[in-house]
């Protein structure tokens, strides 16, 4: 099922890389990670959340209590990180298609 | 300050359907205050926006839920439209009839509320009563009497409602916008006879507006109820002009153009590739 995942879908899985997160820890690590480019509004992000959970990329890891407020933590699923791995060669792929075409010495100014 | 902040979010948070907000209602608030900046009072305009998109995206998507079959859904859609379409086309009739408009009150009331076989015996004897000799109700008051594009709307609602009323599914309640829509073309029926360009534009408004908002709820979820009630209305709503001679201005094809080109796209959507993850 070779389809193209979206940014902001991608960086997302990125951030789960490393280990569960709540809401607000994703977009932090996402930001960071896309060097800015990926900001996500709350909006946003839950509801991707909700479509990866949908297509089992990604799950309920626990659900804690912080200030009397309810807070969630996901986490990536085996299908998910299989996802983002397969995307991430993809994109590797696609920019060999141009980095080895090109050096540092002979590129054009 | 988080109290006024926090209490904007939750307004915000209106747009998602009651489910979804009792369920996630509580982490998104934490969530949302987490992620502004300190000291706002007022949500950032982008996070306002994508939670309003979302939750109506939420609804969209909770709107496809249900025992029912899309097309079955598709079909008690495009009664509300379709009944008002009629009540406004039987303006005149009311005007001097004001019992008929009753009726079609009586109408939209079951619909609104799911209740196919309820409303089916309301919309036949509307039907007959536009589509008899005109002995007592001539619909379309200075229209040739051997119209057939008037009735044909009001049997088109009839059969729909057979149809539902054979399959007996439970429906889901529709928005009660259509009962107040309906009260209002009644009341200014009771109250005026002058239908102008401001009315014709009113009901242009809010017809591109309703399609929108189907082609947008077809985007997000890749239906085919809002094509199904979309067509059903644009061939109901076109039928006149088939049955009349057709002056095209600029007006009227740009008009016609905005509601094709809308339906068209509410039916092309779903078969395009799903949108990617």
Known sequence: MARTMSEPTYFILAALLDGPSHGYGVIKLAEQESGGRVRLAVGTLYGALDRLAGAGLVELDREETVQGRPRRYYRITPAGREAVTAEAERMRQAARAVTRRISPRTAQA | MTDRLERHYRRLLLAYPRGYREANGGELTATLLEASPPGRRTPPAREAFALVRGGLAERARAATAGPRPWWVDGLHLALPPLILANTVAAFW?????????????????????GRARLALPVALFAALQVSGPTSDLGVGHGVPVSGWSVPLGFWAVAAILAVLAVRGDRLRRRSPLWLAATAAVLGYAHVSAVTGPPWTLLRAVVEVALLGLAV????????????????????????????????????SISYWGTLAALTLATVILPRRRARTL
Do not use: C, K, Q
């Open chain 2, 93 to 113: 009739t009311i005007y001097n009839h004001a019992w008929f408009g009753a009726v079609m009150a009586l109408l939209m009331l079951p619909v609104v509320f």
């Open chain 2, 216 to 251: 947008a709820a077809t985007a997000v979820t890749r239906d085919g109820r809002w094509a199904l009630a979309s067509s059903l209305y644009l061939v109901g709503a076109i039928a006149p002009l088939a049955e009349y001679p057709f002056v095209p201005g600029w007006r």
